[in-house]
């Protein structure tokens, strides 16, 4: 059975940094993109970051030069570095592992940043 569970979540000031973790199980994960989304009340989920199995990373926009995605394959876990945190980036944060047509979500930590 695949289990994505993140870990890190909190409240945080403006301006400030936390780190998110997932901790995967249930896959190879060596072989599967990961991903951070969000969901922020009222919104759709959107993308935050991504690192594909073969070492890339995107980012969106609005999260470039903030954000960094990394992962340990050997640990199986992927991790969120959230620094210049703004009240707009307080949502839910989801982990996230494809490969091919399987496709996997966490249960999701709440991120709140205070002005």
């Known amino acids: 059975q695949v289990h994505l569970v993140e870990s890190g979540g909190g409240l945080v000031q403006a301006g400030g940094s936390l780190r998110l973790s997932c901790a995967a199980s249930?896959?190879?994960?060596?072989?599967?993109?990961m991903g951070w989304y969000r969901q922020a009340p009222g919104k759709q989920r959107e993308l935050v970051a991504t690192?594909?199995?073969?070492?890339?990373?995107a980012y969106a926009e609005a999260m470039e030069g903030r954000f960094t995605i990394s992962r340990d394959n050997a640990k199986k876990m992927v991790y969120l570095q959230m620094n210049g945190l703004k009240p707009e980036d307080t949502a839910v944060y989801y982990c996230?592992?494809?490969?091919?047509?399987?496709?996997?979500w966490g249960q999701g930590t709440q991120v709140t940043v205070s002005s």
């Open positions: 249930g896959i190879i994960f060596s072989l599967f993109d």
């Open positions: 996230n592992a494809v490969l091919g047509a399987a496709i996997y």
């Open positions: 690192f594909t199995s073969g070492s890339r990373t």
